[in-house]
């Protein structure tokens, strides 16, 4: 039976990847991370899908590792450069994605799976580092080397703009799920629009908002 562990933030791209991976795997369970981030409601969306899917999920809790970025700092700007890297937006949160895989990996290999995947996105990566393919194909190595085994990272959305990712959510048969059960808002708001949930005053609801528009004006959705 070929299974899949899906990291899951209960976000737009991590949910559009439960439904691929849904597609894809006999065997499907979620992973998601309590990093003290500022729009940790997201996590409660997302147990309310898997909960509706039928889908195990499981929450790690990670004190104290991130700091250095506005999604943990809670009163920093979101819009101005990080305070270690002026070439990145202040959401990025260094080392995120390489724990992320390096956990997730431990939980695939301890229950049979090889096969993980993530909502990564070079196109609308928003200039982090760790969302390139270059950096997905390194991890996935060194993950193989640590383990002697061979586990497959999946990165769907890889070359998808945003317009694209919510095609897909059209052709995966979720775009309800998308509209009405998840949050992508690096605060966490939670006012309904027509696209979700989410405020234009941070880029992972404009990015959200706008794909959306894009999308609907070539009719794919």
Not at 182 to 211: P, V
Request: aromatic share 10%; hydrophobic share 35%; with cysteine.
């Amino acid at each position: 039976m070929k299974k899949g562990l899906v990291l899951l933030s209960g976000g737009q791209d991590s949910t559009t990847c439960l439904f691929w991976a849904k597609k894809k795997f006999h065997y499907v369970e979620a992973i998601g991370f309590d990093y003290c981030q500022r729009h940790i409601r997201e996590l409660k969306y997302a147990n309310k899908i898997c909960e509706k899917e039928g889908i195990k999920y499981s929450i790690i809790k990670l004190d104290d590792i991130f700091s250095n970025s506005a999604l943990i700092t809670q009163d920093e700007n979101l819009n101005i450069k990080h305070p270690t890297n002026n070439e990145l937006p202040n959401s990025f949160v260094p080392g995120r994605n390489l724990i992320f895989l390096s956990i997730a990996s431990v939980k695939a290999i301890n229950n049979d799976i090889f096969d993980i995947v993530i909502g990564v996105c070079e196109t609308d990566y928003s200039g982090y580092p760790d969302c390139r393919k270059i950096f997905i194909d390194s991890i996935e190595k060194s993950i193989n080397l640590a383990h002697d085994k061979k586990i497959n990272i999946h990165t769907p959305l890889m070359k998808l703009d945003k317009a694209k990712i919510w095609k897909l959510a059209k052709d995966l048969d979720c775009l309800d799920v998308i509209i009405n059960d998840t949050i992508t808002d690096y605060n966490g708001s939670d006012k309904k629009n027509e696209w979700g949930f989410g405020n234009l005053d941070n880029q992972a609801s404009k990015l959200r908002s706008e794909g959306y528009y894009k999308a609907k004006s070539k009719n794919w959705i």
